[in-house]
């Protein structure tokens, strides 16, 4: 995919967002029409919590389900207690959405699929004052908040690049399997790098987080996705 087209992807994006800022089933979606694939989720509006028959379209999912506040307000849900996990039940679902359309700031709730398992990864873009467009990678959890073990890039990178940014990091035999880990889809990885380095090296985004990116043997998604534009 060109340059240019990246970028007339992003500009359709941003027209169609509903503020001035991207909500998480917003971004999931530019992300998945990019290949990064993401878990199958239903946005119910605020408005909508208290219809019953709302909920009916959360059935495909199947269960568990996670639940959490729509919002561009919140970068972390977990220390707001926009988020429940497990739920095992359409009357779990409706109770917890419910409960986070009631938090302050809330724009509706989204519904998904919940995906347990997997390595957790860190990919990020941002515009850095000093050298513009950067890609980021690290492992999730104690990785990168307690030993900032993150590599980053120039942007864009391609999906060699990728890689070679991905086996930078000082833990990336977790990413290779060790110890009875499984070993992670080191092409969806370095897909996923790639694509948000397009997009960050399209000046058009301020920021982008994949926290987490869970990997697998065969396969990556994007569990939580923040675009700031």
Known sequence: MTKGKEREIVEE???????????????????SGLGIPVPKGVFIPKENISKKEVFL????????????????????????????LRLEKKEQA???????????????????QMIEGG???IVGGLMDAQFGPVVAFGL???FAEVFRD???????????????LATRIKGKELLFGIRG?????????????????RLIATGLIKEIDLNPLALFPSGAFALDAK???
Request: hydrophobic share 50%; charged share 25%; glycine share 8%.
């Open 13 to 31: 994006f941003l027209r169609g967002i509903q503020g001035p800022q991207p909500m998480e089933h917003e971004s999931k979606r530019l992300l």
């Open 57 to 84: 379209k959360t059935a495909p999912l199947g269960f568990p389900l996670v639940a959490k506040t729509a919002s561009p307000a919140f970068r972390a849900k977990t220390e707001a207690g926009a988020i429940r």
């Open 94 to 112: 409706m109770e917890a959405a419910r409960e986070l359309a009631g938090i302050e700031g809330a724009k509706g709730v989204l519904i998904e």
């Open 119 to 121: 390595t957790e990864a």
């Open 140 to 142: 999730g959890g104690i």
């Open 150 to 164: 993150v590599s980053f890039a120039l942007a864009p990178v391609n999906e060699k690049e990728a890689l070679r």
């Open 181 to 197: 880990r499984p070993p992670a889809d080191l092409k969806a990885l370095s897909a996923a790098i790639a694509t948000v380095s």
């Open 227 to 229: 675009i700031f534009v």
